[in-house]
């Protein structure tokens, strides 16, 4: 997929017909530079947009990590997912029930750390 801060990982609506209006079931990641592109369909869970998490010293994408909330939009339960980077369209390698609902919304919610 290139270099990170190339690509765009971006949640969307696969066309089902019973998915509520705001709500997206599936996460896209696109390469401007190469046109690449990756898709994974989420089922009923609704998902928010990933953000990268790269490997600790590494500055290779592929070794990283896309990570989002989800609700499961049958029982309400809230996940968060860890998508690999080298293999999004694969889906979760983890997935972290959260005990308590989570509203969507992780993506710009990383702060940098101190140098």
């Not at 049958?74 to 369209?89: K, M, N, Y």
């Amino acid at each position: 997929m290139g270099e990170h801060h190339g690509t765009i990982a971006l949640g969307g609506d696969s066309g089902r017909q019973d998915l509520p209006g705001g709500d997206h079931d599936a996460l896209f990641w696109v390469d401007p530079a190469s046109g690449a592109t990756s898709s994974w369909f989420a089922g009923d869970l609704a998902v928010g947009e990933p953000c990268f998490v790269p490997r600790p010293g590494d500055p290779d994408e592929t070794r990283g990590w896309w990570v989002t909330f989800a609700t499961d939009r049958t029982d309400g339960a809230s996940s968060f997912l860890v998508i690999p980077a080298a293999d999004p369209a694969s889906g979760p390698v983890a997935r972290v029930h959260v005990p308590t609902r989570v509203p969507l919304g992780l993506h710009g919610a990383w702060l940098p750390t101190q140098e």
